[in-house]
């Protein structure tokens, strides 16, 4: 997740993968489950041991080169009704500038405004206006899972 520009930018090999716009020039790219290893860069063999579940060296390399362009984030969510967990990073010019933060498995309603992903999202510039909550501001909230996402995405990347 970054600044529509950003986020174009990030070199995909999929021509299916698509931009996803949010709220204040925000915008995101929904990988849905095996889609990962599409990315550019996936022939990239090593990466360091950041925690992630799902990222893949040709991720963390298109992360790293999108991050020249403005700051980068990368996030995993994961709720089901009362529990879940989540974990955040954001790289600005080929550096971590946060996290990774990993969240513990949660079983109470909502985490406040201490989350990983709120944090990132501080960083990468999202301000809060009359709700207090980033996700909701930036409308990370519209959707719960990552096929409507990436069904709602219409912008082509790159």
């Known amino acids: 997740m970054g600044c529509v520009d950003v986020m174009r930018a990030v070199p995909l090999c999929r021509p299916a993968s698509r931009v996803a716009p949010l709220e204040q020039d925000l915008a995101m790219i929904p990988l849905p489950a095996g889609s990962c290893g599409a990315v550019a860069g996936s022939r990239a063999k090593m990466m360091p041991r950041l925690g992630f579940r799902w990222m893949t060296p040709g991720v ?3 992360l790293i080169h999108a991050s ?10 994961e709720y089901t009704a009362y529990s879940g967990w989540e974990a955040a990073a954001v790289w600005v010019e080929g550096v971590l500038a946060y996290g990774p933060e990993h969240s513990a498995p949660l079983r109470t309603g909502p985490l406040g405004d201490a989350t990983p992903v709120a944090e990132a999202l501080r960083r990468l510039g999202a301000l809060v206006d009359e709700v207090p909550d980033e996700v909701v501001t930036v409308g990370l909230d519209r959707f719960r899972c990552t096929k409507d996402w990436f069904a709602a995405a219409s912008e082509p990347a790159r």
Request: overall charge neutral.
């Open 68 to 77: 020249y362009r403005g700051p980068i984030g990368y996030f995993e969510i």
């Open 60 to 62: 963390y390399a298109a």
